[in-house]
């Protein structure tokens, strides 16, 4: 709007300056028209003809007078003839007579006067004795002419009267054209003068309007709660508002006209900050004017440095460039995060320990376990009597329903600390419900209970879960109804609800036996909760059944409730989302194991004899060749100077546990730098299988060791005899790059990739690297170059750390580089 | 003014009348038939306090040529004739009119500021032919018109008086 109203000014303004030049101009002209008229008023050019004509008649009179004189004087009629006679010759040729010569009867006339003239000088040139005789001729020819000189004379005065009259209407025209050209440019002065006072008038109004909007500005700097700095492209601060005195501890006036970077920018940032506000000025590159809020550091006058919040912004002035920043104090704010960073992790650090204690004795009671499940297994392969059977079976059973007690305490640990995973895969969950079914069928016998089961509404067989989490669920529950119902009757029923935007499964479990007390009912889910005590020892149980299940369904999206009367029945109700999966084409392949078509070399790497005899044994009866050693430092040796076809590797180990064997298994480059090593651990957590996956292990088998696992993992062997280390470097892609370039270019790359990272590092670790967005900006680089070879931890790596830096996070920014040399340890050998 | 006082008080200082006597000997009386009379405020004279010339003697005075083109002829002309300032500077005028009589005793006034080097001459030699009365002769004050506009005035063209025959000196 202002901006089409000062263009109408202006074109306005144009228009008037553009009329008034046109006015000037005209009355210019017509100015020089006057003078001319005048001038030619005035001019010469008549030499006073109508003087010179009337002189013409004079002079005619003055010969004739010498004509009638008595007696005549020859000499002195001469001279009034050639006066005369020059007189008309005057008129005949001057250029002056030429507007009368143009006149049809002044130039007969002319003609019969210059005919009188030539027949008088005949006589008059004759001399004075010719005159005296001729005088009568003379007197003939003079008395004849008169007439005609008078009307000469007369015409005269006509043509001249006619032609000033004409010049004074040309003069008179002029005049009044110079007065309407003086009338238009005093009404263009007049509109121009209405004009500008409009145009004053706006601008004034405008100049209101700004000054308000200015002290309404300045009032809203001056109270705001910010810090707000203005300065110049160069940085010389022109202005601080009182809460930036406030928070900086500096005045207004000592600061004025100061570079910003010496009075707020702490002395370890001043370096960053030139160099930002140098590059700013060199190629206009912004990073963090108008990007928004950017966390950095302040300092105060007395030389504290603290937290701030910035926002800057820059705005076009007359003066040039500005900048304005937005300073935001926010050293409490991170205090507040940091105490609550701290209590966080403190209650982690306190998670951990549990989870710590946790997974230890997990691991002291499962390694004898192990041993005493592996040898009762052995045992089995003996000569046995029936009684010694029967026994070996309880045995079994008891050390497993300790295993499955172990697991349950280790399910919640593993939930609760966020690291429970469920996989997607196609289940048959009519089968799963059936199993389930035949499974407790006998119990249900037992305490004469009628167990059924059936699909309510139209079934889906197939559907994506989690078939052990679901199994485990529905174990639970269908195991409890059957456990606490006596001569009643068991429902099991399934139940898709098909919608538009997604499918919901229920199972419901109804029972009719003892209920659950109402105020039970609210913390059935809970841990450690059990019925009746009495009950419960009857029937036994941790208690823990309802909260892993609980868990596992939250896990797998789901929900579970429970309705219940007392001494009626309970109903759990387990509602999941699902989808419908298609049926793999062979049917129950997990238990398809393909026996050995060759013996492998396994190495065996485990310092427990108990351990190291079960795993040798079990992998002996698979028909393969065990070699052994009693820690990590002897397995690395018997590694790197034979071909294993693969290595089991115990994690927990006297003198060099199994992480540190498989790195210098990896590194060495010797004859089994590249054989899968499978890692036997006790510690089940995910975590800790992910930290030995990262550590180079293809795969973890946790303590005991069940015969399925181990057949599965040596019949994979023999079928994909190594495995590319995908985790840290995928080989696939560094292998078609090298494809792509040639051999020897690739190698090149390499050493320069190797060189760039090394760099990178080198930088990383120097003092330099203080500005965040400079290492947020290099290590995006790096990353780039880390994708082409296929190095995807560092590439990974490199982007947290990218990410970390973009968004401040300090703490986060240092664990990345102090991390960094080991994945780059890692990674580098095996680019080559 | 010193000139004056020789001239009002002949006879009283020899040395006045001597150096008077030695000017008027320059201009020798007409032996032909006169052409031009000076008379008025002279320093120099020949014939009873006037100074006449006849032909030779004006020309002896010296001649300039102007070429020009007037309003009463046709064409680009020469007129030859002596300048009236060499005629003034003869008078001993520094100011002062010069009044200009014609044969028909017309009479014209001329300041004799106009007669400056290069301004006015009396001509008479009109394109190397003496004029005669028919022919605006035989003197004719000539300007050089061509050379300024200011000389194209009426008042310049009224000062151009022809058939000149005298010429009077008021200081």
Redesign the interface.
């Known amino acids: 709007m202002p901006a089409t109203t000062h263009m109408r000014a202006k074109s306005g303004l144009a228009f008037l300056v553009m009329a008034g030049l046109v006015v000037i101009a005209a009355i210019a002209f017509l100015t020089l028209n006057v003078q001319r008229e005048v001038r030619q008023l005035g001019s010469a050019q008549s030499d006073n003809m109508q003087w010179s004509l009337s002189q013409a008649e004079v002079e005619f009179l003055e010969y004739a007078r010498q004509l009638d004189r008595n007696p005549i004087d020859a000499v002195e009629l001469t001279r009034r003839f050639d006066i005369f006679y020059s007189r008309i010759t005057t008129i005949e040729t001057a250029s002056v007579f030429e507007q009368l010569r143009a006149f049809e009867d002044a130039d007969a006339r002319l003609t019969n006067v210059r005919d009188f003239l030539s027949l008088s000088a005949a006589i008059i040139d004759g001399g004075s004795e010719e005159i005296t005789s001729q005088i009568n001729a003379l007197r003939a020819l003079s008395g004849e002419i008169r007439p005609t000189v008078r009307l000469l004379a007369k015409l005269g005065l006509d043509a001249f009267a006619e032609e000033s009259d004409t010049q004074r209407g040309a003069v008179a025209r002029t005049l009044t054209q110079l007065a309407v050209a003086l009338a238009a440019l005093i009404g263009a002065l007049f509109v121009g003068v209405i004009y500008l006072n409009r145009l004053n008038a706006r601008i004034a109004g405008r100049e209101r309007a700004q000054t308000q909007t200015a002290t309404r500005m300045n009032t809203v700097i001056s109270t705001s709660l910010d810090a707000v700095i203005v300065s110049d492209d160069s940085g010389r601060i022109i202005e601080f508002n009182p809460a930036a005195e406030a928070i900086f501890g500096h005045y207004a006036e000592d600061v004025t006209g100061l570079d910003i970077g010496d009075v707020i920018v702490p002395e370890h940032m001043r370096d960053a900050h030139a160099a930002g506000m140098k590059r700013m000025r060199q190629s206009g590159e912004r990073r963090v004017v108008g990007k928004g809020r950017v966390q950095l550091e302040g300092r105060r006058a007395n030389g504290d440095t603290f937290p701030v919040e910035l926002a800057l912004q820059s705005a076009e002035t007359d003066d040039g460039e500005i900048f304005i920043a937005f300073l935001r104090d926010i050293s409490k704010r991170v205090e507040n995060e940091q105490a609550l960073v701290e209590a966080r992790d403190r209650d982690l650090a306190g998670e951990q320990l549990k989870t710590d204690f946790l997974s230890t004795m997990s691991h002291e009671i499962r390694t004898p376990l192990n041993g005493l499940l592996g040898n009762l297994s052995l045992l089995r392969d003996t000569r046995l009597s029936k009684e010694q059977n029967r026994i070996l079976g309880y045995m079994e059973s008891s050390g497993r329903l300790l295993m499955s007690h172990i697991s349950d305490v280790l399910d919640i640990t593993r939930y609760d600390a966020g690291k429970l995973n469920t996989r997607q895969e196609p289940v048959n969950i009519t089968a799963l419900m059936e199993d389930i079914i035949d499974n407790q069928s006998g119990t249900a016998v037992e305490n004469e209970t009628t167990l059924d089961w059936g699909w309510h509404g139209e079934p889906m067989h197939w559907i994506v879960s989690d078939h052990d989490r679901l199994q485990h669920v529905m174990m639970n529950l269908i195991g409890n109804a059957v456990k606490f119902t006596r001569r009643g009757k068991v429902s099991v029923t399934a139940m898709v609800e098909r919608t538009a935007q997604e499918h919901r499964l229920s199972l419901t479990v109804a029972d009719t036996g003892v209920g659950i007390p109402e105020d039970l009912a609210e913390r059935i889910f809970d841990d450690f909760v059990v019925g009746d005590t009495t009950r419960n020892r009857e029937v036994g149980g941790t208690g823990l059944g309802l909260g892993i299940a609980k868990r596992f369904v939250t896990a797998l999206g789901g929900d579970i409730s429970v309705d219940s009367k007392e001494c009626q029945g309970s109903t759990f109700t387990v509602s999941l989302p699902v989808e419908e999966a298609e049926a793999p084409s062979s049917v129950d392949e997990t238990h398809h194991i393909t026996p050995p078509a060759n013996a492998l070399r396994v190495l065996l790497v485990e310092d427990n004899e108990v351990n190291r005899i079960v795993a040798r044994k079990m992998v002996e009866a698979e028909g393969h060749v065990v070699i052994e050693a009693h820690d990590g430092r002897q397995g690395a040796e018997l590694a790197a100077h034979q071909a294993f076809d693969l290595i089991l590797m115990d994690i927990n180990m006297p003198v060099m546990d199994g992480r540190e064997a498989t790195q210098r298994i990896r590194t060495s480059g010797g004859a089994s730098a590249q054989t899968r090593i499978v890692a036997l651990t006790a510690n089940a957590m995910a975590s800790d299988q992910s930290q030995l996956l990262e550590a180079g292990l293809d795969e973890v088998l946790t303590k005991p060791l069940s015969r399925d696992a181990l057949r599965t993992v040596l019949s994979e062997q023999a079928v994909t005899p190594t495995k590319d280390t995908a985790a840290i470097v995928d080989t696939g892609h560094s292998a078609e790059t090298r494809q792509a370039l040639g051999e020897q270019a690739f190698a090149k790359l390499i050493t320069r990739f190797t060189h760039e990272v090394d760099d990178f590092m080198a930088w990383l670790a120097s003092d330099v690297a203080q500005d965040y967005l400079e290492v947020a900006s290099r290590s995006h680089k790096v990353a780039g170059s880390a994708a082409v070879f296929g190095a995807l931890r560092l590439k990974d790596h490199l982007k947290d750390l990218e990410n970390a830096a973009k968004t401040g996070d300090g703490h986060t920014v240092r664990g990345k580089i102090d991390a960094l040399p080991q994945v780059w340890d890692q990674t580098k050998p095996l680019l080559r | 003014m010193f000139a004056r006082l020789a001239h009002t008080c002949f006879g009283i200082a020899l040395a006045l009348l001597s150096t008077v006597s030695a000017s008027a000997e320059d201009i020798a009386p007409p032996s032909g038939i006169p052409i031009l009379t000076m008379s008025g405020a002279l320093d120099t004279t020949n014939v009873n306090n006037t100074l006449v010339f006849d032909a030779d003697t004006l020309a002896a005075l010296g001649t300039v040529t102007i070429e020009t083109s007037t309003?009463?002829?046709?064409g680009v002309n020469t007129f030859e004739g002596v300048p009236l300032k060499s005629l003034v500077d003869l008078a001993g005028a520094e100011s002062g009119q010069l009044l200009a009589s014609a044969?028909?005793d017309?009479t014209i006034e001329i300041p004799v500021s106009d007669a400056v080097e290069g301004g006015p001459i009396v001509a008479f030699l009109f394109n190397g032919d003496r004029m005669?009365?028919?022919?605006?002769g035989p003197l004719w004050i000539i300007y050089p018109y061509d050379q300024s506009a200011d000389y194209?005035?009426?008042?310049?063209?009224?000062r151009s008086i022809?058939?000149l025959d005298r010429i009077e000196v008021v200081r």
């Open positions: 309003i009463w002829t046709e044969i028909n017309y005669s009365v028919r022919d605006k194209r005035s009426e008042v310049t063209y009224s022809w058939q």
